[in-house]
Nanobody
Framework: QVQLVESGGGLVQPGGSLRLSCKAS????????IGWFRQAPGKERDLVSC????????YYADSVKGRFTASRDNAKTTVFLQMNSLKPEDAAVYSC???????????????????WGQGTQVTVSS
């Protein structure tokens, strides 16, 4: 069973950048799909990016494409979400999540992700 811990959130001005980390323990991420979700107050939890288990390919929601970059380290213990050109509407609690798979698909609803971190707050404000 994998445990996930996020870090890197904080307050940033519009146009700024943050890098979120999601560190795994208890297992490596070799055979897990990883998702980055966010939830703003009063809104649903949305998947903004995920990383495929099979080849590490990242996928993005249209709202963040070209601004966010998801990656994982070579040891496959940590995944990252580099967020650039942040907008006020990006403010939310960001959580990483994982489900075990060896397949290529990661763009799945939150309910299919089995393991979750505690979340980290991202605030975008001047």
């Amino acid at each position: 069973q994998v445990q996930l811990v996020e870090s890197g959130g904080g307050l940033v001005q519009p146009g700024g950048s943050l890098r979120l980390s999601c560190k795994a323990s208890g297992d490596t991420l070799d055979y897990y799909a990883i998702g980055w979700f966010r939830q703003a107050p009063g809104k649903e939890r949305d998947l903004v990016s995920c990383i495929s288990s099979s080849d590490g390919s990242p996928y993005y929601a249209d709202s963040v494409k070209g601004r966010f970059t998801a990656s994982r380290d070579n040891a496959k213990t940590t995944v990252f979400l580099q967020m650039n050109s942040l907008k006020p509407e990006d403010a939310a609690v960001y959580s990483c999540a994982a489900f075990p798979t060896s397949g290529p698909f990661c763009w799945r609803p939150a309910g299919e992700y089995e393991y979750w971190g505690q979340g980290t707050q991202v605030t975008v404000s001047s």
